[in-house]
């Protein structure tokens, strides 16, 4: 894409943080800037629809917040259960359904794939608030998002991805995306729950090498970012198989002694208990401002695929 512009976004898709070059990420980021502290009547008419086919706390929520904060109206479903899904329609007449009530649709979905068949049902901007395991990539703007302002950039660190890498569509978006700066990737997780070996391809093939482990103490001293994640137990096959990892790692004021003294820990949450609350009032928590900065981020995305900016 050449000269991007607030115009270069309207009317189109974010399906997969793919659908993004470096050079829109690094101007959807600086836009954003313009909505930290942003409230007023700039969306007035407009209506956003949240048809939420799995539970989510933050990424609905945030997005309802995002278009109310901007003077638009919100509608939608926070489960199947609670719309004609549950009669049988198929996801291709809900969202032609949907678009003739809204301007923009955020859809989640267990299936990976379906924000893209909702996209392609669409005539307006469909956003994809997370698709099973496959793709999160509003979460993946508001992480690089965080990243940048505590790191005062998005090259030069290091990031430890931790927990369950083979279902957290989180850790996938955010592989992804930070295949375009300069960053050393370490992935912590038991073998079960590693990263699929797509993923890895894509990073060698972009001649980069990572760090792979078991043991989280092997590495966590040489880190700048630790991005925890839950272990997703409804993505097992076999609740046993969860049952064995559940527990895996912990992260607790202990183990934190001897980490860089600048560390910063992610987590896109929700959490269970691989962070402890004892760890909530260290320096090193970030994961609270990161669910703040989905507002932020939001609210610009809205902005941009709607073209009515700021
Ligand atoms: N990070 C995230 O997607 O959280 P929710 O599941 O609460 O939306």
């Known amino acids: 894409m050449g000269n991007i512009t607030e115009k270069s976004f309207k009317g189109k ?16 980021l600086n836009y954003a800037k313009k909505f930290e ?7 007035s008419g407009k209506i956003l629809a949240t048809i939420f086919y799995e539970p989510s706390t933050r990424t609905r929520l945030s997005f309802e917040s995002s278009m109310l904060s901007l003077g638009g109206k919100v509608l939608g479903f926070s489960s199947s259960s609670s719309s004609s899904v549950s009669k049988g329609e198929s996801l291709w007449d809900t969202v032609k359904t949907v678009e003739g009530y809204a301007d923009i649709i955020v859809i ?15 005539s307006i901007p469909v956003i994809n608030g997370g698709d099973g395991a496959n793709q999160h ?15 005062e950039g998005l090259d030069n660190f290091k990031i430890g991805f931790l927990g369950d890498l083979k279902y957290g569509r989180t850790v996938h978006s955010l592989v992804q995306a930070l295949l375009n700066f ?22 060698r093939a972009e001649g980069k090498s990572f760090v792979e482990t078991e043991n989280l103490l092997d590495v966590l001293s040489q880190l700048d970012i ?6 997703q137990r409804e993505r097992f096959p076999d609740p046993m198989e969860y049952e ?20 910063k820990i992610l987590h896109p949450m929700p959490r269970v208990n691989e962070i402890l609350k004892e760890v909530d009032k260290l320096p090193y928590a970030e994961y609270f401002n990161q669910s703040k900065n989905g507002v932020t981020i939001r609210k610009a995305l809205i902005s941009l695929l709607l073209g009515v900016t700021l």
Do not use: M, W
Request: aromatic content about 8%; glycine content about 2%.
């Open 244 to 263: 064995k990892v559940k527990n895996v790692y912990i992260i607790t004021p202990d183990i934190l002694k001897d980490v860089k003294k600048d560390l």
């Open 182 to 203: 300069d960053c050393d990737f370490y992935f912590i997780s038991p073998e079960v729950l590693s990263l699929p070996l797509g993923f890895k391809e894509e990073i």
């Open 226 to 231: 630790l991005y925890v994640t839950r272990i």
């Open 137 to 151: 990539p509003t979460q993946t703007l508001l992480d690089l998002y965080t990243i940048s302002k505590v790191r």
């Open 13 to 28: 898709d974010l399906v997969s943080i793919r659908d993004l070059s470096k050079e829109e990420i690094l101007f959807i």
């Open 108 to 122: 989640r979905h267990p299936l990976e794939g379906a924000a893209r068949l909702a996209s392609e049902a669409s």
């Open 37 to 43: 502290n942003y409230r007023g009547n700039l969306l």
